[in-house]
C-alpha cells in the first residue's frame, strides 16, 4: 500500500481548540468537535464519537464532586498569584532595609558586646606606615652656591603601627560619650622595606633650620652661629633612618648652655607615647554620631588656627556613621597633621568582593584662597605663599612648636610650581600620591585607606648663621613623604561578607526573585486568559 510513495508524507489528522467552557457544555460539546475536524479525514469520525462519550463521563465526574472552577478561573487565579509575589518582592525592600537598618544600628554603637566596638578598641587589620626618604646628592652646592636641591628618592621603608589597643577606656552614659588613649608604636618591617634601619641619607640639618624661625633675634643668632660652628654642624646631615624617623641626640644643641630639648626626629617623640585624650559619640542616642569626635586633649577647638578652621571635625577615619550616601562628606580629624579634613566621593568599586564608596581627597584641600575662600583662616604665613596666592602646601608650625614645619601631597602634587621649582628629582604623581579611603557604605567602616603626605621643612637665608647666610632665596625643603596604609584582612573580609554583604545580597536576589517570577507569571496567565477569551 505504501511502496508507491516517492517521498515522506506528514499528513494531518485533525486539530482542536481546548476550550474548557466550551467542552462542559453538553449542547455544545459534540458540535464543537465536529467543526473542529470536518476539514480533515472522515474516517476519525467514529474515534472522536468514543472521544466525546468519554469527556461527558469525566465532566459529570467533575460536577459530582463540585469542582466548578474552569480554566479561565485558573488563569486568573494564576495572574492573581503572580501579582501577590511581586507585591511582595516590592515590600521586601522597605522591609529588608527597615531590618537591616535596625541590626547595623544595634551593632554600630561604640558598647561591649557590639561588633563595632570589637574593632574600634583593637584594629584587628594591619596597618603599614611607608616611607620614602629624599636623599639630597649636592648639599655642598646648595649652601655654597644656593644651587637647586637635587633629591633622590629611596624607599619603601615599612613600619606597622597602630597594632596597640585603646587604653583609659571610660564611658559617660549622660552624654552618650566614650574617652580614651590610643598608644603609640611602630614595629620595622625588613621584608616589606628596601633597605634597614641604619641606611644612611644626606638630609636637612633639622636644628639648624629651625634656629633662623625660632630665634629671628640677630644677636641671638650671632651666639647659636659659634656652637653650630664648633659642633662642626652644617646646612645638611647624614643621618641612618632610625636617627631621622625617631630621634638622634643633636651635637649642636647639646652646646646650648639654657635648657633645650637636643633630642631631634621627624617623629619624636613617639613609640611609648600616646595620642589624646579624645572622646567621641557612641551612638548609643543618635547613630548618626557614632564615633564622631567630641573633644580632643579636653577642647573642641584647636587654639592653631582661626574661626572655623580650628574646629575639630568628623571621625578619626577609622569608620564613620553607618548608611553613607554618595553625596555625604565625609570630615574627620588627623591629630598628627593639626587640622580636619575632609574627603568627597570619587567611585563606586569592589574590594575583594565587598562593594564600597572610594573618597578622595579633593585638590582644593591645600588650595590657597584666591581658589578656595574657605581656606583663608588656614593661610598663616605671607613669605613662601607670597601673601596667601601660591598654593600646595600648608604651615602647620604652630603646632610643631615654632618649628617651620609644612605639609603637602608627595612630591608637591597640586602645589604651585613656584614651590618645588628650587628642587630637583620631583615625579608628583595622581595615583601613587592621592589619599582615599574606601568606606563600605552599610555600616561605615573604612575597609582600605592611603593616607599620603610629605613633610617639608622651610629654609630661610641668615646672615649672621655661616651655614645658611650664602642662600639666595628660600627653600621649602622636602624630608620624606608617608603612606599610611591598610586593607581588611582576608578572614575579616570573609566574616564581612557572611555577616553583611552575603546577607543584604541575598535579601537583594531574593526581592528580584520574586519580582520577577511574579511579574512574568502575571503578565504570561493574563495573556493567555485573553487568548482563551478570544478564541472560544
Known sequence: ALKGLKHNYLVPILWLNECITEFFSPAGEIGLITRKYDTFSTEFKHYLFHFSTAFHSYHGFYETFGMGCNRNCGLITGAVIGAV????????????????EKTVKKEAVLEEGTTAFKNWVKI??????????????????????SSKIKVKQRGPYTYRVRYLAKENITYDPETHTVSFLQPNGAIFEPSLSVGTEDDTFTILNLAVAAVPHLYPNSFIQGILNSLIKK??????????????????????????????TTTV???????????GVYKVFNGKDDISKVAIIDTYKG???????????????????ASFPPFIEKTRVLQFFSSDICRSFYAVFGAEINLKGIPVYRFVLPSRIFASPLQNPDNHCFCTEKLLSKNCTLYGVL???KCKEGKPVYISLPHFLHASPEIAEPVEGLSPNEEEHSTYLDVEPVTGFTLQFAKRLQINILVKPARRIEALKHLKQNYLVPILWLNETATIADEKEAMFIDQVTGKINLLRLVQIILRSIGTVMFVAFMISYCACQVGC
Open 85 to 100: 509575589l511581586a507585591v511582595f518582592g516590592g515590600i521586601l525592600v522597605p522591609v529588608g532595609d527597615m531590618l537591616i
Open 124 to 145: 584587628d587589620t594591619d596597618v603599614y606606615r611607608q616611607f620614602w626618604i629624599f636623599d639630597v646628592q649636592n648639599p655642598e652646592e646648595v649652601e655654597v652656591h
Open 231 to 260: 659642633s662642626k654642624s652644617s646646612m645638611f646631615q647624614n643621618r641612618t633612618l632610625k636617627e631621622l624617623l625617631w630621634g638622634y641626640t643633636d651635637p649642636f644643641l647639646n652646646l646650648v648652655p639654657y635648657p633645650v
Open 265 to 275: 626626629g621627624v617623629f619624636y617623640p613617639y613609640n611609648n607615647t600616646a595620642d
Open 299 to 317: 577642647k573642641k577647638h584647636l587654639s592653631y588656627w582661626a574661626s572655623y578652621c580650628d574646629m575639630i571635625n568628623g571621625t578619626d577615619a
Open 395 to 397: 604651615d602647620i608650625s
